[in-house]
């Protein structure tokens, strides 16, 4: 159940609150009215108590109840957003999570590679499908090293090449 709902049943129980206490104060007039009758017009008790004023504390208690009831269940309708802040935090947690096991794998398999090769296997993952000779700007690695280097990691079967005009996309086979 969420707070909307707790929200709206809380105002349900404010009204039936209201209802039960103002029943009552129609029962505690009417038994006012019965006893000034049997009195000859006076609501004053042998006590010297008006039998109004007992009725109009006892709904004044149903009121103020009342109040803080509707009060309460309007706060969980349209202000307490502590649940869907709390949703969107975990969200955000678990997606860093999944992300920095990613790099984590990423990182563990870059790491048998030597400099130039992790700076071109990096290229790629940032960039699949990179064109050659953005690579090669990229890394700053000269022409042909790049091209024995794509061919070697092409072989153990790390990257693919596609021919795409002059030049060839790049792409990594497996993937993170």
């Not at 019965?34 to 004023?53: A, M, P, R």
């Not at 022409?143 to 790390?158: A, G, T």
Request: proline share 0%; hydrophobic share 40%.
């Amino acid at each position: 159940m969420n707070q909307k709902q707790i929200g709206i049943l809380i105002i349900i129980l404010a009204v039936i609150v209201l209802g039960v206490f103002y029943f009552i104060k129609v029962q505690q007039d009417n038994v006012a009215i019965d006893f000034s009758k049997l009195n000859n017009g006076s609501c004053i008790t042998n006590e010297g108590v008006c039998l109004h004023e007992n009725a109009n504390f006892t709904f004044n208690i149903g009121l103020a109840i009342f109040t803080f009831l509707l009060a309460l269940g309007i706060y969980l309708i349209y202000f307490d957003k502590t649940q869907q802040a709390l949703f969107h935090h975990q969200k955000e947690v678990s997606s860093a999570l999944k992300e920095s096991k990613k790099n984590e794998k990423f990182d563990a398999f870059v790491s048998g590679f030597n400099e130039d090769e992790q700076k071109a296997i990096k290229a790629i993952q940032e960039q699949d499908g990179i064109l050659q000779s953005t690579l090669r700007y990229r890394t700053g690695i000269s022409k042909s090293s790049l091209s024995l280097l794509l061919k070697s990691l092409e072989e153990r079967k790390i990257i693919s090449r596609k021919v795409s005009g002059k030049t060839n996309k790049v792409f990594l086979q497996k993937k993170f």
